[in-house]
């Protein structure tokens, strides 16, 4: 059969894109009437804050987000990051503390600890699934180092049984990061259960979204779960069948969740394992496909484990593509521009590693270089496994999510597939790019 050459022609170069356009950008959340019943009737009730008698929206989600997490309490907050921050509250992580923390992720993971005056010390990540590398880790602890903070990364469980290990040898807490990685297990366990605490954010790209922002904190500890709790309400204790009485008994901030973020999360859950199934198994032939072509390199799943696929980063291996004399930086670009070109809506995620992110290298904390002032006075360590995959990777964000997204992967797929079949060019492209 004659191939059209418009369909074999790269789009970057005048053939059709691959993906057509209304398979660009797939809707996320997926907003049902059931999720608009549930907002409404929060507005038509009188439980709309956290601190009101009896059974809330707010307090129903914590019950059944911690029952999923296996985790024995949860708090919901405003969002990840104060679930983050009140995690370290919490457990009494302070001024005069190091946390270790991956050197790639979102900049929350390093705000947080700096939010309770902590100072974040950035490890080197795994190269194949993008977490925190135990044993660049445990080159960082000092004598100062309070807590490590695996970050369950683009949904990819940590290694918890090392960082655990690493953890109990020098008395160290373990607070998840897990905001982008809900559902996810390690070994069979599910992550907000592997440590003493752990956040999830609710924003509405999440796995887990709701109508703007949300998070929760899941703790192993019932004296830190009250602290917890009683730090998202200025320091306050609301007790069930007894008035507020404005006593602050510790130091407190305004992290309460709304009832309508948390009416509108419940709803989403009652279809999160259903969107969970659609997901894992789009996702599973999607990556499959792209597992066949020369030098890309997918995402995996460690043994007995399970990814959220909350994001897709892809690895170029560029001896085997095929192309050499190029840096990964201009074979990254020039993949992109041509798989954009051809409608699969590939980007980056994170330009720069967290200890290149300004406020660690200029050390913008609360004045006078605290809370760093004579806690870490060498400069971050390197981590060049962090560098080379923030220059040289791509991801695929938020459209797989949708339960009805495999149509449009396949056609992704179908992008990938026609870039590779024109490795003559990439190389060319990536030589000037
Ligand atoms: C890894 C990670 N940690 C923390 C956060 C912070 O969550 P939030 O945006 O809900 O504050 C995010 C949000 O994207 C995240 O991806």
Redesign the pocket.
């Known amino acids: 059969m004659r191939v059209d050459e418009g369909e074999t022609r790269l789009a970057a170069f005048g053939g059709s894109a691959a993906v057509p356009r209304e398979l660009r950008s797939l809707p996320w959340p997926v907003v049902t009437e059931a999720d608009r019943a549930a907002v409404l009737a929060v507005l038509g009730g009188d439980a709309m804050v956290s601190n009101v008698d009896g059974e809330t929206a707010v307090s129903a989600l914590e019950q059944r987000w911690a029952a999923l997490c296996g985790a024995e309490h949860c708090v919901a907050t405003s969002?990840?990051?104060?679930?983050?921050a009140l995690a370290f509250a919490a457990l009494g992580i302070g001024p005069g503390d190091e946390v270790v923390v991956p050197a790639l992720?979102?900049i929350?993971?390093g705000l947080?600890p700096l939010h309770q005056m902590a100072v974040p010390v950035f490890a080197d990540i795994d190269p194949v699934d993008f977490t925190l590398d135990a044993e660049s880790a445990a080159a960082l602890i000092t004598p100062r180092t309070a807590a490590i903070m695996p970050?369950h990364?683009h949904g990819a469980p940590a290694d918890m049984d090392a960082i655990g290990a690493l953890a109990r040898r020098h008395g160290l807490a373990v607070v998840e990061?897990a905001?982008?990685a809900h559902g996810a297990r390690w070994r069979g366990r599910p992550v907000g259960s592997l440590g003493d605490a752990a956040?999830f954010?609710?924003?509405v790209?999440?796995n887990l979204p709701t109508c703007g922002?949300?998070?929760l904190l899941t703790l192993a500890d019932a004296d830190a779960a009250g602290r917890a709790r009683m730090a998202r309400q200025f320091g306050e204790v609301i007790e069930p069948g007894r008035d507020r009485d404005y006593v602050a008994h510790l130091l407190g901030w305004n992290h309460k969740m709304n009832a309508v973020q948390a009416a509108f999360a419940l709803s989403q859950l009652d279809r999160f394992a259903e969107y969970e199934r659609a997901r894992q198994r789009n996702v599973t032939a999607f990556l499959a496909r792209l597992a066949e072509l020369p030098g890309l390199l997918v995402p995996t799943i460690a043994p007995d484990s399970k990814h959220a696929w909350h994001i897709l980063r892809f690895r170029f291996d560029a001896e085997a593509m095929g192309v050499d004399g190029v840096t990964p930086e201009s074979l990254r670009r020039a993949l992109h521009r041509l798989l954009r070109a051809e409608g699969v809506p590939v980007s980056r995620y994170q330009v720069l590693t967290l200890p290149r992110q300004r406020v660690f290298t200029d050390r913008v904390g609360f004045g006078r270089g605290r809370p760093w002032s004579g806690a870490a006075p060498e400069p971050s360590a390197p981590v060049p496994v962090a560098e080379s995959v923030v220059a040289g990777t791509l991801t695929l964000q938020k459209r797989h999510l949708h339960p009805e997204a495999g149509p449009a992967l396949a056609r992704y797929a179908d992008g990938f597939e026609k870039v590779w079949r024109r490795l003559d060019l990439v190389a060319r492209m990536a030589k000037v790019a």
């Open positions: 969002n990840g990051t104060t679930a983050l992720s979102f929350a993971s947080a970050v990364l990061d905001a982008q956040a954010s609710l924003q790209t999440k922002e949300g998070g």
